[in-house]
């Protein structure tokens, strides 16, 4: 049995497990939307896991990132994008953008 949600039941499924904590509201977001998008793309239906989502995917900005993996020589996010899904949650051109990316 499947239920389709939306937004807001997303990130409240976050809350209710206690892990609200591991993506900020915007990150959720971008989240919920790339989800979205995935499935649309892959014609395939997610079941939500919240737990799996918190330990597939970090939110961090990118200096954090760079520093985090500085084994990888990552500097820029096409560089991360080379070893892990990255989603976009402050715009790219920022100076140092908040990012979600897949853990690896």
């Known amino acids: ?3 389709t949600i939306n937004q807001t039941q997303f990130t409240s499924a976050f809350h209710n497990m206690g ?3 591991n993506f900020s509201h915007k990150g959720l977001l971008a989240l919920f939307d790339y989800l979205e998008q995935y499935e649309q793309d892959c014609d395939t239906e997610i ?3 919240v737990i799996a989502l918190c330990c597939e995917y970090n939110e961090q900005d990118l200096e954090t990132i760079k520093k985090e993996y500085s084994n990888l020589n990552i500097e820029t996010i ?3 994008r080379e070893h892990t899904t990255v989603i976009m949650v402050d715009d790219e051109a920022d100076e140092n953008p908040t990012l979600i990316y897949g853990a690896f």
Do not use: F
């Open 1 to 3: 049995m499947k239920q």
């Open 19 to 21: 892990r609200d904590n």
């Open 47 to 49: 079941e939500l896991d």
């Open 78 to 80: 096409d560089d991360l």
